[in-house]
Every structure is written in structure tokens, then in C-alpha cells.
């Protein structure tokens, strides 16, 4: 097992939507939660860590390698956010239009953003 790393360029300006890091497990003596097999994605409304087993992870690394965004969509929506389902591109936070989180009953619900091309989806939920 190897760390791997990967960035995603914008489709409207060439900036990275966000960096993603396959990470094996660690040796024990670090941070309880770097002590797993991890995907780690930066830039896009902050950072998110998927854990599980590094096989499972490595195939959804594989799909973002591969610009292939729907499949990787159908494993983690929340960490594929960046991609926009409507015209199939990848676009940085700051070309998306994100509006405020949403709440219900007091609780964060969501937050929708729209696309550079006006398509709307929840960014993060």
C-alpha cells in the first residue's frame, strides 16, 4: 500500500477544486484518527476524511483519477460535492455560488450551491 495523491483542476478556471490523499494506515504513537486506512480531501468547503479499508478506498481514488466523478458520486456524495451532476465538470468553491446552510428544527440540515452554469445542488448535507 502506497500513499497517493491527486488534484482536481476547475473546469471553469484551471484552479484546483481539491487535492485528494490516499493515506495507508499508520504506525501506531500518531493521532487516533490518522491511525487508519484514509481518503482525505482539502480545498472544497474545508476538509473531509473518509475512512475504511484502503482496497475500497483505492477504487474510489481510481475513479477520481479517472475524471470518472458520477461513479465516485455513487459511493460518497459528500466528498465529490465539487462535481456538478447536471453538466458532468468540476469547479473550484470560489466559481460556485454557495448560499448559507440551511437548518430544520434548529438542526444543519444542508447547504445548496449552484454551479457556474446556474445548475443547483446540495453542496454539503
Not at 490523499?21 to 484518527?33: I, R, V
Not at 460556485?96 to 440551511?102: D, H, S, T, V
Amino acid at each position: 500500500m502506497e500513499s497517493r495523491h491527486l488534484t482536481i483542476p476547475c473546469a471553469q478556471c484551471g484552479r484546483a477544486t481539491d487535492e485528494f490523499a490516499l493515506l495507508p494506515d499508520t504506525p501506531e504513537g500518531t493521532q487516533m484518527w490518522h491511525a487508519k486506512d484514509r481518503l482525505e480531501r482539502t480545498d472544497f468547503m474545508g476538509a473531509v476524511i473518509k475512512f475504511g479499508d484502503y482496497a475500497r478506498l483505492q477504487e474510489l481514488f481510481d475513479s477520481l483519477a479517472r475524471a470518472d466523478y458520477s461513479a465516485a458520486r455513487t459511493v460518497d456524495v459528500d466528498l465529490i460535492a465539487f462535481y456538478c451532476d447536471d453538466c458532468g465538470k468540476p469547479y473550484c468553491e470560489a466559481c460556485w455560488n454557495i448560499g448559507g446552510p440551511e437548518f430544520d428544527e434548529g438542526f444543519y440540515d444542508c447547504t445548496h450551491g449552484a454551479c457556474p452554469l446556474g445548475h443547483e445542488q446540495i453542496v454539503d448535507d
